[in-house]
């Protein structure tokens, strides 16, 4: 049986924490699907296609190759395992506050399909601080998220950054 991964999140901005994850999930499975939710309810900055499209750069930059597929999802993540043909949900784990919310989330996607596994990779530790909403946050009042984000998100948090001003 082919072993097809799906890496869920709202990547708003995506970040240094998701690249290492990507490359360590891709070593996992014969396919990696990055679903990108459109998450209304988060407010994001970045629309749902500029989301996919600066994670399909990312993903081109580090050369993770045609084992991904990066594409938009609405509605369930559990739906959408189904959809794509996932047995396996891959999510980044970095202090115990993500563990009491990932716990409640895998227990709830379980009882909806219990043919889905969810495999949580530690971040890594240079990695564990970063925080999508707080990188936002330093980005839209002219801190400096080089250390958190790649150069393309850094030039895209900046340019919405000069458009709210
Ligand atoms: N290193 C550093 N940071 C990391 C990281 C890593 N390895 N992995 C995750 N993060 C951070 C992100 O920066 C982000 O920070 P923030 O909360 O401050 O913004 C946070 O962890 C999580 O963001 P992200 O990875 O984008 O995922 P998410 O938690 O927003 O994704 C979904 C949530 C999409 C999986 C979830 O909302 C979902 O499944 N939605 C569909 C509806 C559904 O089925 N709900 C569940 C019902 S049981």
């Known amino acids: 049986m082919s072993r097809v991964g799906l890496y ?5 901005p995506f970040t240094n924490g998701h690249t290492d994850i990507i490359g360590r999930a891709v070593k996992l499975v014969d ?13 994001p900055l970045f629309t749902l296609e ?4 600066i994670i ?5 930059a580090i050369g993770a190759g045609d084992k991904i597929v ?7 993540l559990i739906h959408y395992a189904r959809e794509v043909g996932a047995n396996i949900i891959v999510r980044g784990l970095r202090t115990s506050a993500d563990f ?15 043919e889905v596994e969810t495999v949580f990779l530690m971040a890594d530790p240079k990695h564990q601080a970063i925080s999508s909403s707080l990188v936002k946050v ?3 009042l002219g801190g400096d998220v080089s250390k958190f984000v790649s150069t393309r998100v850094t030039d895209r948090l900046a340019a919405k950054a000069a458009a709210a001003r």
């Open 31 to 43: 396919k990696l699907v990055i679903g990108v939710a459109l998450n209304e309810g988060k407010g």
């Open 8 to 12: 869920p999140g709202t990547f708003d």
């Open 100 to 114: 009491e919310y990932e716990f409640q989330m895998t227990a709830m996607n379980q009882q909806l399909d219990r």
């Open 50 to 53: 500029e989301r996919v499209a």
């Open 138 to 140: 330093i980005a839209q």
């Open 70 to 76: 990066v594409q938009p999802f609405k509605g369930l």
């Open 56 to 60: 399909i750069a990312e993903c081109e």
